[in-house]
């Protein structure tokens, strides 16, 4: 890097190192795309980026690290994007519940080559606090704030009955994404032709929710 008129200029050498980054981390995306994260190998990522496998260890730890660098930072938006409906003050706890699958589903189906590995790849336990990849703590947090959604929208205490009724959750809604994963549909076609759908099956989830605890309540 070299200051010029008091800002700084990206050398030539410095060009092409982020141009070779850049496509070994395309060349990873690609493959782990088509043939998932496991079965990919260092190897096959230089020789579609381009590269020599020593190259990649210049710039990247291992699979994980690309998995981070592939990752992140569509992962952090998303969270930011659940966050800013989680905290809008302007909506009732069902609209935010709305509002947060249609922007989930939304993102996964945008990503459907993407969504097992920003989901599912080196994943965890959701309730797992402290979790050592950076990306399960992320996937982690996101799981929280339905889990919290949850908590007001049915006025339950942190427990064992909330972690279970927000799994199911979590469920419905990679249950949705799974079953498109694969459909060549555009996702506004998808979004428009089923969002009522998805809104009348998480309303009836939500009312299963709500009746099992007035039965258990009132078994007491």
């Keep these: 890097m070299v200051i010029r008129g008091g800002f700084p200029i990206a050398t030539k050498k410095e060009m092409r190192s982020e ?5 070994i981390v395309d060349a990873a995306g690609k493959l782990f795309g088509e043939r998932g994260y496991e079965a990919v190998t260092i190897r096959e990522i230089a ?8 190259t990649i260890y210049i710039y990247f730890q291992d699979k994980v690290a690309l998995l981070h660098a592939l ?11 659940l966050d800013t409906i989680a905290d809008n003050a302007f909506l009732s706890s069902d609209e935010k519940l709305q509002r947060l699958n249609e922007r989930f589903i939304r993102f996964c189906l945008e990503n459907r080559s993407m969504y097992a590995i920003f989901f599912e790849v080196k994943s965890v336990r959701v309730d797992e606090l402290e979790p050592d990849l950076e990306i399960n703590r992320l996937r982690n947090q996101m799981f929280n704030i339905i889990l919290q959604l949850l908590k007001t929208n049915l006025n339950l205490p ?3 009955q909330l ?9 419905m809604l990679r249950g949705i994404v799974g079953t498109y994963t694969l459909s060549e549909e555009t996702v506004d076609s998808i979004m428009s032709r089923l969002s009522s759908t998805f809104d009348d099956a998480f309303e009836a989830l939500l009312f299963g929710f709500g009746k099992q605890l007035s039965e258990r309540r009132a078994e007491k």
Excluded: D, N, V, W
């Design 47 to 54: 020789s579609e980026a381009g590269c020599s496998h020593t």
């Design 19 to 23: 141009e070779t980054k850049r496509s």
């Design 163 to 171: 972690l279970s009724f927000s799994r199911i959750y979590f469920y």
């Design 158 to 160: 942190e427990g064992e």
């Design 71 to 81: 990752s992140m930072q569509p992962l952090q938006q998303l969270k930011a994007e």
